[in-house]
């Protein structure tokens, strides 16, 4: 087995009135949650943001509380707990404020012999997808 050390996220938050996060945004990974969040302001419509987390080929972490917000530890993710397990990835939205996604990607990284994407295997119509109280609270990519 080998653990995954390094994940990407990429967010596009959609073009409609209203469609701000104004809530905490999490990672779903295996057996964790991780919180997607950075200096500034993040989830600002028809923008995108990346998040890195964990330290590995693609750079140092950017997020805030990185020694918490990593998947090496201290719960390490080994690639089969997320490899074609149906809803162990996920991002997931804490608000009673709506916010519309209008494309998500999670790269997961475990050195030499994983790296893989997750998309939302049926894709994203426009204009997006809402998440929050009065919508769902989570985004699987199975």
Request: charged letters at 25%; glycine letters at 8%.
């Amino acid at each position: 087995m080998s653990h995954i050390r390094q994940v990407l996220v990429t967010i596009e938050t959609g073009d409609a009135t209203d469609a701000d996060a104004n809530g905490p945004v999490y990672l779903g990974l295996g057996a964790r949650e991780f919180r997607l969040d950075k200096e500034g302001d993040q989830f600002k419509r028809a923008t995108t943001d990346t998040f890195l987390l964990g330290n590995g080929t693609l750079g140092t972490p950017d997020v805030l509380n990185p020694n918490e917000n990593d998947p090496a530890t201290p719960v390490r993710i080994e690639h089969e707990d997320i490899e074609n397990n149906p809803y162990s990835v996920y991002i997931a939205y804490e608000s009673d404020k709506k916010w519309l996604i209008r494309r998500a990607q999670v790269r997961a990284i475990a050195p030499a012999d994983f790296d893989r994407k997750f998309v939302i295997s049926s894709g994203i119509t426009a204009p997006g997808v809402w998440l929050g109280d009065k919508y769902g609270k989570r985004l699987y990519f199975i």
